[in-house]
């Protein structure tokens, strides 16, 4: 579980959600960057792969870099 100070970082994070509908349901991952913003990768065979992915690339640089509300 994430806690709320990891939440405020610059960490960027991998999160899903679920879509459930009567054609059938998708979990879609997305990563979440440090102002908000919500990059999604996709529901499918390597969505949750693409987005672990993308999340490390950011954070082994500079993931403050996408903080926005703090550097106009």
Do not use: W
Request: glycine share 10%; with cysteine.
């Amino acid at each position: 579980m994430t806690d709320f100070a990891t939440l405020q970082g610059p960490t960027a994070l991998v999160c899903h959600r679920e879509i459930n509908s009567d054609a059938g349901g998708a979990v879609v991952f997305s990563v979440l960057l440090a102002d908000g913003f919500l990059i999604e990768c996709g529901a499918g065979g390597y969505a949750q792969r693409r987005a672990k992915e993308l999340a490390e690339v950011i954070n082994a640089s500079d993931p403050s870099r996408f903080d926005f509300r703090k550097n106009p």
